[in-house]
């Protein structure tokens, strides 16, 4: 693994456990965004913002490889290389929140009355590209949805996908 991208790990752990999040049996619900069209269409090289993010209590170590792991596939598929003066740096954030819900049983008749408390982990997954030169925003992914702990690998590779699915990919 290239070692911009390494760096790129320590955002992109933030990037892994929000895609935890993608494990929604619906999936995530992934959007991207393109803030600079000019500089993503002229971009070259990638690399990693400096970005000492950590990862979240819950969230295993190996998240942050599967997302540093997929965004390298996705824009090494799409003809994108590491160099050393990049002109765009990648980060990740990921955050994760634990949610509970109370569901009421008012059918005295059918069910009888009580209630029952679903908890369950929300997570978010946000991929960001700047200008190495400017440090202006140029693009955006997210993803956010259920953590779903059996399908974390799946999820994280699917919502990687849609997110770049309209980056530019370069000809020759």
């Not at 290239?2 to 049996?25: D, E, H, M, N, Y």
């Not at 009355?113 to 679903?118: A, K, L």
Request: with cysteine.
């Amino acid at each position: 693994m290239p070692t911009t991208f390494r760096v790129i790990a320590a955002a992109a752990v933030a990037a892994s456990a929000a895609v935890l999040l993608a494990g929604c049996s619906s999936g995530p619900s992934v959007r991207a965004e393109t803030l600079d069209a000019d500089a993503l269409r002229s971009a070259r090289t990638l690399g990693a913002a400096e970005a000492g993010v950590a990862a979240p209590p819950g969230v295993p170590a190996e998240v942050s490889e599967w997302v540093v792991a997929a965004v390298t596939r996705e824009l090494g598929d799409r003809g994108y290389r590491t160099g050393p003066e990049p002109d765009l740096l990648g980060r990740a954030f990921v955050a994760v929140d634990d949610q509970v819900v109370e569901f009421v049983n008012w059918d005295r008749f059918n069910w009888g009355e009580g209630s029952y408390v679903y908890a369950y982990q929300e997570g978010e997954l946000v991929i960001e590209f700047v200008d190495a030169r400017t440090g202006d925003l140029v693009w955006r992914g997210m993803a956010e949805g259920v953590v779903n702990a059996d399908a974390v690998k799946a999820d994280i590779d699917d919502a990687v996908a849609a997110m770049f699915e309209r980056w530019p990919t370069l000809k020759g």
